[in-house]
């Protein structure tokens, strides 16, 4: 990809848009944080499941990052349960395990994509893209 692609792929507008960012971690959250500012869009904090479930309810969110290790409710689980409130909406997976058949295992809890940590801006900005332009 040349320079002039690449700024023109991380140059994306979301401002009317609003995603729910599910991490448990800080350092993880300032990554997302840094990586979305620059997109305008609106951007809602869980840092377990439960918490993912109850922002979704009250919330119109056009898509989920869902990390899967967390506290009290694991991100499959959350998966689920969002899925059954609005199966349209994108989740996608966000994990530091990269372990055979998670991918898999991810796929069947509803997720509609995966991004392996660390996470590179690029690879998220184009991730997103392909849910929240079409
Ligand atoms: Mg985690």
Not at 95 to 111: D, F, L, N
Request: charged share 30%; aromatic share 6%; hydrophobic share 45%.
């Amino acid at each position: 990809m040349s320079d002039s692609n690449l700024s023109n792929a991380l140059n994306q507008d979301w401002g009317d848009k609003i995603i729910l960012v599910v991490e448990d971690v800080d350092t993880n959250k300032i990554f997302f944080d840094a990586a979305l500012r620059r997109t305008s869009a609106k951007i809602l904090w869980a840092k377990d499941g439960q918490q993912a479930i109850d922002l979704f309810k009250d919330n119109d969110v056009d898509l989920v990052l869902m990390d899967l290790q967390l506290p009290v409710m694991d991100g499959y689980a959350a998966t689920r349960e969002i899925k059954k409130i609005k199966p349209d909406v994108p989740i996608i997976a966000q994990t530091a395990h990269v372990m055979s058949g998670e991918r898999e295992k991810c796929m069947e809890a509803g997720c509609d994509d995966y991004l392996a940590k660390p996470i590179r801006l690029q690879v998220l900005i184009e991730t997103l893209s392909k849910f929240l332009n079409s």
